[in-house]
């Protein structure tokens, strides 16, 4: 083989290798985002609520708050969000049709409540934990965009949770 034809060799396992090596990247990617963490999840979640609050304060609605986060979730950690989803409620074994909606669910592992209040009532605590319970999700967190400090107004809460 004269040096150009090892050259082009040498170019053409290169890339073959390098092919295998991003092909190896993205599946190791796509095993941590399956295998995430719920609190690995919630510290994204609080991460990127902490950096809408810096970017644009706390003056807008609840429905630009979940949008804006709902779009740099995905954008950004590609998870699967469901927004105002509806919330089944079964009654003596029978579904009843009412409207119950929680604001988003992030990786079907956390419940997300999207708040805008000078001050939260202790009773939007108790019917979050009533969501978290109707849904089957052990945690959630309840973010209130309305404070000066975004960490005053970020309240986790658990129903039956067991850290592993």
């Known amino acids: 083989m004269n040096p150009d034809e090892q050259a082009e060799e040498l170019a053409r396992r290169g890339a073959e290798m390098g092919e295998r090596f991003s092909v190896k990247i993205q599946r190791f990617n796509l095993i941590k ?85 000078e001050t939260v009532p202790p009773v939007d605590y108790r019917i979050f934990k009533t969501y978290l319970r109707l849904t089957n999700i052990s945690v959630g967190l309840v973010i209130n965009f309305n404070v000066e400090v975004l960490k005053d107004g970020i309240k986790r809460v658990v129903n039956n949770y067991k850290d592993n």
Request: glycine content about 4%; hydrophobic content about 45%.
């Open 33 to 117: 985002l399956v295998t995430m963490e719920i609190n690995e999840i919630t510290g994204i979640i609080i991460q990127e609520a902490i950096q809408i609050h810096k970017n644009d304060g706390p003056v807008l609605m609840e429905t630009v708050y979940e949008e804006l986060l709902s779009f740099r979730l995905k954008k950004y950690h590609h998870f699967d969000i469901i927004r105002q989803g509806h919330i089944p409620l079964l009654y003596e074994e029978v579904r009843l049709d009412v409207n119950l909606r929680f604001d988003m669910m992030v990786e079907e592992k956390v419940l997300v409540d999207i708040k805008s209040k």
